[in-house]
């Protein structure tokens, strides 16, 4: 089977078309392929159908889980489909996901030749402040939905070992029966919060697109910060957006390699 492997910001997929998929289970497939030292290793399997126009995606989370929709994921389809047939800048896409299609632009190429693209993420959905109980501590969250289940913590200081222990807990917590993305999320200033994420499905990742887009809309809910905002991860700054209409993602993602799989 042919596959592409792409990431934005460290945020890793691998990538195939859904016609060329031989396997009968696509969860053991995408433990198979996303696992880092006996596979090709990737924080997810995205497998795809081309369509005029751009394409229809499917994302299996690296433990074989079903996510629904990943900014990062759908960004690196874009580059994919760029890559495969050169796009000027200004050429639009749309990939149609689990949480419905989203718009991408090619607003640029950085100074790597990167393609930068700006994607209509939707807008966020059931925001609140939610008290999480959580052993002997009570965790103050801002819940949404962002295409996906997310949870951030406004907090003074950035830990990974809470990211790890909070996360961890989450998944099975019943406030949230479906699992979640946690965020936890610093201001920095009004135009900069600074992020460590959770990701349901396949732990800590160096980057998250729709968790970007959740700790900008909690931080600018409840933590001070402004509604256009630069967010930055371990793996790299992200241009945020939350507008009337929705909110908006900006970012790159490159194209790393394509293989065959032969397992």
Known sequence: MHFWKAHAYG?????????????????????HMCARTTGIGADGLI???????????????????IAEVSGNGV??????????????VGTAFDIDTDAGTK????VS????????FRAAMGRPE??????????????????LWMGNPQAVWLVETLDTREMLRVGAALQQHPAFPDAVNLELAHVVSPGEVEILIYERGVGPTHS?????????????????????????????R??????????YLTGWAEVLCQGTWLA
């Open 238 to 247: 992200q241009h945020v957006e939350w507008l009337d209409d929705g909110v």
């Open 126 to 143: 059931r925001l609140a402040q939610q008290d999480v109980p959580l052993g002997d501590e009570t965790l103050p969250l801002a819940t």
């Open 47 to 65: 497998l795809f159908e081309r369509r005029p126009g751009g394409a229809r995606m499917r994302l299996h989370n690296a433990d074989g889980s």
């Open 75 to 88: 960004r690196g389809l874009a580059a994919l489909l760029a890559h495969q047939q050169p796009s000027p």
């Open 208 to 236: 998250s697109g729709t968790g970007s887009c959740a700790a900008a809309v909690a931080a600018a809910a409840y933590g001070g910060a402004a509604r256009v905002v630069d967010v930055v991860a371990p793996g790299g």
């Open 109 to 116: 190429r950085d100074e790597q030749g990167r393609p930068v």
């Open 103 to 106: 718009h991408l632009a090619l």
């Open 11 to 31: 945020n890793d997929f691998l990538y195939a078309a859904l016609a060329d998929v031989v396997s009968g289970d696509l969860a053991e497939l995408a433990r």
